[in-house]
């Protein structure tokens, strides 16, 4: 028992002292070991009361040896509790720190009745038009405006003959056959989506060296002579919105139940920009230019 107690004077144990070895204890020893925690390092505890450290053998010496064991059996005989630092009711999920605010739930929250708002007016009763500054003159009304939006803007996606030669010696363009923005989409020449037309552009142009033919909304000089150079053709087809979603997607109407539409006419600014207007369904067969197309046909 000198052994215990001196054991606690020097608080090498965190553990707990069971009732029936309190009235054998000096007050004073039974006070320090409850109410005081030990100042060596908690590494040395284990689950299981101590483990090999410097502690465990200090406290083999003192029990009466090396051929004591420290388990948590022996220390519940000499009436001590080991005492884990890990509890499974000591486990918790991941919660916030602050929960958040339940406003209207009593007055014992501190945030019942008007819920932080106050008596009365507008943001008692809830939320302003946004922009609204209380009658002056807001924001956006008092900055000039800048710029425009041209309403007969269009947007091309480009594609350059060295990609269509390249899908041509691929395999997955056939030459022998006409060339429509159907075909470039389906073979990936360009990509999905395609709002005002599809622009022929002349980079690789050296790369097409037998003749081809195409029908796009767009084509450049270079492109042209290029493509005319080789004896293949270039003509320039008009599509509306719902022309392109025809030639596009055919089986869309089929699906719906609806015929095709009709080609639709250019509007007077793009009469002049075109050759003549789409085929539908997706034409497979190019049309020659007569010699007054040629002629007339813009550069």
């Known amino acids: 028992m000198a052994a215990v107690t001196r054991l606690l004077r020097r608080r090498c144990l965190f553990s707990v002292i ?12 039974i006070t320090s ?12 505890l284990g689950s299981s009361g101590f483990s090999d450290g410097s502690c465990s053998s200090y406290l083999r010496n003192l029990l009466g040896g090396s051929h004591m064991s420290t388990t948590s059996g022996s220390l519940s005989q000499l009436g001590l509790r080991s ?15 602050k929960q958040k605010t339940r406003k209207g739930r009593g007055i014992g929250s501190g945030k019942g009745k008007t819920a932080g708002r106050g008596h009365k007016g507008q943001k008692a009763r809830g939320s302003g038009k946004l922009g609204f500054e209380g009658g002056q003159t807001p924001l956006r009304r008092r900055l000039p405006k800048r ?23 691929k395999g997955k363009i056939d030459s022998s056959e006409l060339i429509t923005m159907k075909t470039l989409k389906d073979t990936g020449a360009i990509g999905k989506q395609i709002k005002d037309g599809v622009r022929l552009m002349g980079r690789g142009a050296e790369k097409i060296k037998w003749p081809i033919h195409l ?64 085929r539908l369904p997706a034409p497979t067969k190019p049309i020659p230019f007569s010699a007054e197309e040629k002629e007339a046909s813009p550069r």
């Open 83 to 97: 005492y884990s630092l890990l509890s499974l009711n000591d486990l918790r999920d991941k919660v916030p720190r």
């Open 18 to 29: 069971s009732p029936e070895l309190r009235p054998q204890l000096p007050a004073p020893h």
């Open 215 to 278: 029908e796009v909304s767009r084509v450049t000089v270079r492109a042209k002579e290029a493509v005319e150079a080789a004896g293949g053709t270039v003509r320039k087809v008009y599509y509306n919105k719902l022309g392109f979603r025809a030639l596009l997607k055919p089986e869309w109407f089929e699906k719906k139940g609806r015929l095709l539409p009709r080609a639709a006419r250019p509007p007077p600014k793009q009469r002049d920009k075109v050759d003549s207007i789409g």
């Open 147 to 169: 710029g425009f939006k041209n309403p007969f803007s269009l947007t091309f996606q480009p594609v350059g003959l060295g990609k269509i030669a390249f899908l041509i010696n």
């Open 33 to 44: 070991a409850c109410h005081t925690r030990p100042n060596f390092p908690l590494k040395t």
